[in-house]
């Protein structure tokens, strides 16, 4: 019943930043982790960055770490992908996702998310 709404998405030059956001709504927003993943054309989908229900903890995809930062508004129910120093190889489709409630640790497998939103396009320019 948990609905997710992503937002940011845009074209942006290599080098380029941009923030990401999705709001939640639907249920309890810090009982549960949540998590990025993005689909480049032809490839599957794939885990970029967690946060844990409180925000206290973070994991981010090897390929994006020092570059991306994920964080979290519970009282605004809504969570952020801040993404700097964009790579053309960046470019995809990012998906908000949630755990089930009462799951509030980081994971990284797809299997262990149940609601999603609609995506987002991120396209990088070399």
């Known amino acids: 019943q948990v609905q997710l709404v992503e937002s940011g998405g845009g074209l942006v030059q290599a080098g380029g930043s941009l923030r990401l956001s999705c709001a939640a709504s639907?249920?309890?927003?810090?009982?549960?982790?949540m998590g990025w993943f993005r689909q480049a054309p032809g490839k599957g989908r794939e885990f970029v960055a967690g946060?844990?229900?409180?925000?206290?903890?973070?994991y981010y995809a090897d390929s994006v770490k020092g570059r991306f930062t994920i964080s979290r508004d519970n009282a605004k129910n809504t969570v952020y992908l801040q993404m700097n120093s964009l790579k053309p190889e960046d470019t995809a489709v990012y998906y908000c996702?949630?755990?089930?409630?009462?799951?509030?640790?980081?994971?990284?497998?797809?299997?262990?998310?149940?609601?999603w939103g609609q995506g987002t396009q991120v396209t990088v320019s070399s």
């Open positions: 996702a949630a755990r089930p409630v009462g799951r509030t640790i980081v994971v990284v497998a797809i299997k262990e998310y149940d609601a």
């Open positions: 639907g249920r309890t927003f810090s009982r549960s982790a």
């Open positions: 946060i844990s229900g409180t925000g206290g903890s973070t």
